[in-house]
Structures are given as structure tokens and as C-alpha cells.
């Protein structure tokens, strides 16, 4: 099936339109710091005309007794611990207005932001790639600045600036990467946080809905 462009989307984010849509499915975090958790995930990817993509995407991980640790983890990396203000009530489960019954599990993460493509192009970029702007802020309190590349099915993003609330635990530097492969979003980010050095932190794989 030939790919169409999203209707009404602007020519500065054509190169970013594969991503347009709301993407589902699973995966995993794990770091010494927050242990091993499934978590299911909804990436929405949309626009409203303007020169960028709007992005949202929520993690849920199963819900079970959290330890004192694993809260800790969850402030640290975008999430909320079960009962400390977690979108949706004392367990962090959020009805979904538009579904039948509402996802399973405590909202582990949720993230909102922005993507464009620069104008600035960095020596040495690749014809057949672009230079990319994210910016993305979550509710533990932290808004990261990636600046990246994107093209022929591939996003790698490096954060650039990170701010965060005196709430807010310290991560020092995130990288992320995105593919298309065989019609699905795959992706992994890597962390330096909790003590650690520069390493895997999550990744996921989604289907478009």
C-alpha cells in the first residue's frame, strides 16, 4: 500500500510523517536501579498544521506491590509512584474516555512535546538525512532538549539541555533511537541516572493502530 501524507501536514515535517499516528504495544524497563518491569505503551504522534509534530506517549507497567526503591525509580525516570499523584487516581490507572474499559496497569511514565526539523544542518550530516529538534516534557518535573537526525527510517536523538525541578531526581544525559522495521516502531533509550554511567534504561516495540 503506496504511503500518503497525513492531511494538512506542513512540508517542513514531511520527513517525520511516517510517524503520524497513535502506535501501541509493549516493553521493557530494566536498570540495576529499578529492576526489570513489562509495560505496555500508547505513543501518539499528531499535528495541527504547524511546522512540527506533537507527541505524547504514556507507559504503564502491571500493577503490583511497588517497593520504596522502584517509587524512587519511577520519580527519577518520568513516572509517578502508585498514590503520589499519579494521573488517574491513588493507583495511577486513568480512565480512557474514548475505549471501552480502561488500560490496565499504574501509569508508570507519561512525556509530551514537540519535533521539528532544523534549519540548522551540522557539518557532516548525511545528504539523505535531517537534522532534528525534540523537546519533551514529563511529569516528574524534568524537560529534556534532544537534538538528533532523521531519515530513511531512523532517529537518533542525544539530549542537548536538561532542566528539572528541585523534586525532580537527576538524570544527567539520555539518548534515544527510533526505527521502522517492517512496519513497526522499535525503540530504546539509554540513561545516565541513579548513580550509573550512560547506559540501557528501556525499549519498546509498537504497531501502528
Do not use: C
Request: net charge negative; no cysteine.
Amino acid at each position: 500500500m503506496p504511503f500518503a501524507f497525513p492531511e494538512g501536514l506542513a512540508p517542513e515535517v514531511y520527513p517525520l510523517a511516517w510517524l503520524v499516528g497513535t502506535w501501541s504495544g509493549s516493553g521493557v524497563i530494566d536498570h540495576p536501579a529499578v529492576g526489570k518491569k513489562p509495560f505496555t505503551q500508547e505513543l501518539v504522534f499528531d499535528h495541527d498544521g504547524g511546522p512540527y509534530l506533537r507527541f505524547e506517549s504514556t507507559l504503564r507497567v502491571a500493577d503490583d506491590p511497588v517497593a520504596p526503591e522502584d517509587q524512587a525509580g519511577a520519580a527519577a525516570t518520568g513516572g509517578e509512584a502508585p498514590g503520589d499523584g499519579a494521573p488517574g487516581g491513588s493507583h495511577g490507572t486513568s480512565a480512557h474516555p474514548d475505549a471501552a474499559t480502561p488500560p490496565a496497569g499504574t501509569v508508570w511514565s507519561t512525556e509530551t512535546g514537540y519535533w521539528r526539523i532544523s534549519t540548522d544542518r551540522p557539518e557532516g550530516l548525511e545528504e539523505d538525512r535531517h537534522p532534528l529538534e525534540v523537546i519533551v516534557a514529563d511529569a516528574a518535573g524534568r524537560m529534556t532538549l534532544y537534538v538528533g537526525a532523521a531519515g530513511n527510517g531512523r532517529i537518533d536523538l542525544a539530549s542537548d539541555a536538561i532542566a528539572r525541578t528541585s523534586t525532580s531526581s537527576e538524570v544527567r544525559a539520555s539518548k534515544r533511537l527510533y526505527g521502522l522495521v517492517e512496519g513497526r516502531l522499535l525503540w530504546v533509550e539509554e540513561l545516565a541516572a541513579f548513580g550509573e554511567p550512560l547506559r540501557s534504561y528501556a525499549s519498546g516495540e509498537l504497531d501502528r493502530r
